[in-house]
């Protein structure tokens, strides 16, 4: 018994007396109550088996009928049988020698070891096909899959077991192996849709029990009606399936054939009854009508469906091999994908390529809608349908996904939800992807579409636009645009991505290179300003300057056309637009401004773009000045949809002043770009960001803050699995130039090859010049002075300077000189840079002290004090030319002093470059006890050096509420006085508190105090 607790229902029995009639002693949904007949109790000693073997005499049709023979009961007398007669004979109440029980359930009496006849013949007269009870032959390039037979033993465990697929999903064959290995002890009944009523299908079910060595008992008998079948039979094979020792397997192939609630309900009752005597396996293709809910509470329902019955890579080459044919793992998934895993469309697939002289193109490239694919689909699934249906289906094709709403929209009718959902039930090669969205197979959708050409020629494109159109209204950008370019209709499709404040798109996140190609498509015959600003955006993302700034000067002339236009025929048409707009609710002369402020934030952005390729910090300012002001009149919703846009804004602003050398600036605008929001969709952005703030560090000499950086940069694109290609690929160059300075030369080149694929709109003046500098400091690096020249030597397209690019190029050209024994030409070199460029004075005092002038390379070293503005990648040099210059005026001890306090500023960052640079004079000293306890482990061989020095102690002291408050300010980047006024303090007080604010948090400047500030989560 299953434990299930009963609803008070039993299965219908057609021709049956009425259930609420019947007769004490019985249970209609259980067995018999022991001592207790089915008849009327008040007569004492009789039953239903005494009435049907006629042992009360004197009993006719008409007692029966009125209750008033001894032994039959309520059940009997609805029958309208009378003791004594035969089956046909006791439908006339004529012929005696017939049992009452076989005369009331219509049946034959069976042929079992207990001495009874088979029927010979089906209820129809028909004999029994015994092909129906056959375990089906499975073909020679079956593929038994162990994982599917492991999880179907589980039918031996349960009562119900479901194998439900759609058609050719390779469920009856699965079943059928299974069950071949356990023959005779499985049964097998394949249904049909040509049974008529319960009695045929029971007939055929106890058949099939006899044909599996499992022959009911004779008391069971076999319907003789077609159309009816009786609850005491129902009873009799419950009763006797729950008696056995061992249980029954029965398997019922093709289930959904199977469309009489009356037959489900029956099923139920005598699986329900048998207990554990029977284990039943429906094959089917739609969801039976049992009440599954109920078993699958209880654990006692095995289920295998359509995602588990579909074949894997592994599992689709192992076929491929059977029907003599090798693919590739890889080229077997990219099958499985296209396919879905579906059984009956690889095996066509497979017998195809057998007839072909490069089977693995034709699987890999193979048109579904010419294939037998195509046949099989075409005959078991469309034609299947009903004419109505088969429109639906075939409208639909053309999109990836649907919903009720949106079929509704292509078939112009309102019937779409149940027949979608009927589809799935079916298992009619349409998928439920969850909230009322559906897809229909790839393989199913191709021939779909080309059926469709066939069948309505022309029509395919205006179901495109419909579907844009209401991906459009529904906010599904994506869908919107690949609809719109399939109808051809490339105004709205350019229109739709401005509109929506997407055009950024084009340039970064995770579907760049597709929306590029898509509108590569577009051709010439469309032109707006929608579809020239695309065209530039297209251009732009690709580096192509020339081309991009033509389409970007033909929108901004469309644009003020429009505006133009739009002026002259303002009079006449305010004062009606003012009172629709009234009378509608909203704001007088606001129609249609969301499109025109959409479009010149796009062109803002473009401009942007162009000026960061080209390398103009003023034409970057007044794009984003521009940007600024149309802002304010884009609705709110679509700025916070496309995070994107502000951050490419951002990053082009911050990338300009870089490039300027307008280092604080840059960092103003860089720093919020590295924490945009957005996700996966602005990861690009914020890598780019990231990286070009730590070439700010890097340059400034902080080469630990710079990696730290440059990792945090790297870390963005890998925790979205993005390309290391689809970036800008600063941090890897910032990452090499760390290398080469603590002489990991083989590391440096490693990342130096990484970086060397980089997303094109990003390839702008300061990644190509940072590339060239980490290049040519790497060949110096190696001692290949003439490859450093020949690295640096190549012009960085800009239309102005860069002084930190000009001031490292000349750094690159002294160094080289010095190593080649000329320091009065790099000395030359490097009076050409302004002396603000920190790092390019330490160079020329190095290389003033190789020409002979110890005193002059200290002065120069005193006027620009390196100490106070830049990190140990320059200070250290600073140091060490400082202990030479001791070391030759006859100082020894400051010499060595200098040393240490060099050596201690290196260790923590592992700089080894300046020492190599420095030359041999400083051997000895390293050798020197203390000294050498310094170098050692990390700058020459020796024991590792000591624990490094602890980092200050942050924060020192709590901040007060003030300094947080001032904190809170600097980070959004307000000036002193801004903060002054904000908080109605005086510009002193505000100082006052930040320098408080530093000394707690162990800084020394704004961009310092803000960062340190977050990651205490102070901020």
Not at 148 to 159: C, E, G, K, R, S
Not at 622 to 629: D, I, L, N, S
Not at 913 to 940: I, K, N, S, V, Y
């Amino acid at each position: 018994m299953t434990g299930f607790e009963e609803d008070g229902e039993e299965p219908k029995a057609q021709g049956a007396g009425s259930r609420g009639e019947a007769a004490p002693g019985t249970d209609p949904l259980h067995e018999p109550v022991p001592g207790a007949g089915f008849a009327d109790p008040a007569v004492p000693g009789a039953g239903l088996e005494e009435a049907a073997e006629g042992v009360v005499p004197g009993a006719g049709l008409a007692e029966v009928a009125e209750g008033v023979v001894p032994g039959a009961g309520l059940e009997e007398a609805a029958e309208g049988v009378v003791p004594g007669a035969g089956l046909e004979e006791a439908a006339e109440g004529v012929v005696p020698g017939a049992g009452l029980a076989e005369a009331a359930e219509g049946a034959v009496p069976a042929d079992d070891p207990s001495g009874g006849t088979a029927p010979a013949a089906d209820p129809q007269g028909d004999p029994y096909l015994r092909t129906r009870f056959a375990i089906p032959a499975r073909p020679a390039t079956f593929l038994r899959r162990d994982r599917l037979l492991v999880h179907l033993d589980q039918a031996l465990t349960t009562p119900l077991t479901m194998v439900n697929g759609s058609a050719g999903a390779g469920k009856t064959l699965l079943v059928a192996d299974w069950a071949a290995e356990r023959e005779p002890s499985v049964a097998w009944f394949t249904t049909e849709a040509a049974d008529q009523g319960p009695g045929m299908f029971w007939a055929y079910l106890l058949q099939a029990l006899r044909a599996a060595g499992v022959p009911p008992p004779s008391g069971v008998g076999s319907p003789a009606d077609a159309s009816r079948v009786t609850h005491t039979l129902l009873a009799r094979l419950a009763a006797d399936l729950s008696a056995r020792e061992r249980p029954v397997t029965l398997v019922l192939d093709e289930y959904d054939q199977v469309r009489d609630p009356d037959i489900a309900q029956q099923l139920e009752f005598v699986l329900h009854h048998a207990g554990g005597g029977l284990r039943l396996i429906l094959v089917t293709r739609t969801e039976p009508l049992l009440p599954l809910h109920r078993y699958r509470a209880a654990g006692q329902l095995t289920e295998i469906r359509g995602a588990e019955l579909a074949f894997t890579p592994e599992e689709t080459a192992e076929l491929l091999a059977l029907h003599g044919l090798s693919l590739p793992l890889p080229a077997a998934g990219a099958l499985v994908e296209r396919t879905r895993g579906w059984a009956a469309g690889l095996r066509l697939c497979a017998l195809a390529a057998q007839e072909t002289p490069d089977a693995q193109t034709y699987l890999k490239e193979f048109e579904a809608d010419r294939s037998t694919v195509a046949d099989f689909l075409l005959a078991e699934v469309l034609k299947q349908q009903s004419p109505e249906v088969q429109d639906l289906l075939l409208r639909v094709s053309v999109l990836e996904r649907l919903c009720p709403e949106l079929a509704n929209a292509l078939t112009e009718r309102a019937d779409s939800e149940p027949i979608l959902a009927e589809l799935h039930r079916e298992n009619a090669f349409v998928e439920d992807l969850g909230h009322a969205w559906y897809r229909l197979h790839p393989l199913f959708g191709e021939i779909l579409r080309a059926h469709l050409r066939v069948r309505a020629p022309g029509l395919e494109p205006e179901l495109h636009l419909r579907a844009a159109h209401w991906f459009g209204r529904s906010g599904l950008l994506t869908e919107t645009l690949g609809h719109g370019a399939a109808a051809g209709d490339w105004e709205f499709t350019a229109s739709a991505l401005v509109d929506d404040l997407a055009i950024g798109q084009l340039f970064t996140g995770l579907r760049s290179d597709d929306f590029v190609e898509l509108f590569s498509r577009m051709g010439p015959e469309a032109g707006s300003p929608a579809t020239e600003l695309v065209r530039a955006a297209r251009d732009l993302s690709r580096c192509d300057l020339e081309h991009g700034l033509a389409h970007l000067r033909a929108a901004r002339r469309g644009l003020a056309e429009k505006e133009a236009a739009d002026a002259s025929g303002a009079d006449a048409a305010r004062t009606a637009t003012d009172a629709d707009a009234a009378e509608a609710g909203g704001a007088p002369g606001a129609a249609g401004a969301p499109d025109e402020a959409a479009a010149r934030l796009s062109c803002a952005l473009l401009e942007a773009s162009a000026a960061r390729l080209t390398g103009s910090p003023a034409r970057a300012e007044a794009a984003a000045a521009e940007a600024e002001k149309v802002r304010a009149q884009v609705p709110a919703h679509l700025l916070d949809k496309h995070p994107e846009l502000t951050a490419l804004l951002l990053t082009h602003l911050g990338s300009t002043r870089l490039w300027a050398g307008r280092f604080e600036e840059a960092r103003a605008a860089l720093t919020p770009a590295a924490d945009c929001p957005g996700g996966a969709s602005t990861a690009l952005l914020r890598e780019d960001a990231l990286g070009r703030l730590a070439l700010i560090d890097c340059l400034d000499g902080w080469a630990d803050r710079a990696e730290r950086q440059a990792r945090a940069a790297m870390a963005e694109t890998e925790r979205f699995g993005l390309p290391r290609s689809a970036g800008s690929g600063i941090g890897l160059l910032v990452l090499a130039a760390v290398a080469v300075d603590r002489n990991e030369l083989g590391e440096a080149q490693a990342l130096l090859d990484a970086a060397a694929e980089s997303h094109p709109a990003l390839r702008d003046p300061v990644r190509e010049a940072g590339r060239a500098l980490a290049t040519a400091r790497l060949q110096l690096a190696r001692g290949d002075t003439r490859g450093a020249l020949d690295a640096v030597e190549p012009a960085v397209t800009a239309e102005v300077v860069s002084p930190w690019a000009a001031g490292q190029s000349a750094l690159v050209a002294s160094a080289a000189h010095l190593a080649e024994g000329r320091p009065e030409a790099a000395v030359r070199v490097l009076r050409a840079v302004p002396r603000d460029q920190v790092a390019c004075a330490v160079e020329e005092a190095r290389a003033r002290l190789a020409a002979g002038e110890p005193g002059e390379a200290v002065e120069l070293l005193d006027r620009t004090r390196p100490e106070e503005h830049c990190g140990p990648a320059v200070t250290v040099r600073a140091t060490l030319v400082r202990a030479r210059a001791a070391e030759r005026t006859g100082d020894p001890a400051a010499a060595r002093r200098l040393l240490a306090r060099a050596l201690r500023e290196a260790r923590r960052d592992r700089l080894r470059r300046p020492f190599l640079e420095t030359g041999p004079w400083l051997r000895p000293l390293l050798r020197t006890g203390p000294l050498r306890e310094l170098a050692g482990g990390w700058l020459t061989p020796g024991a590792p050096p000591p624990p490094a020095e602890e980092a200050p102690a942050v924060v020192v002291e709590e901040l007060s509420g003030r300094e947080r408050d001032v904190l809170r300010r600097l980070a959004m980047m307000m000036s002193t006085e801004e903060i002054g006024a904000d908080l109605y303090v005086s510009v002193n007080t505000v100082k006052t508190h930040l320098k408080s604010a530093y000394r707690k948090l162990g800084v020394n400047r704004r961009h310092d105090a803000v960062r340190r500030a977050r990651e205490l989560g102070l901020l």
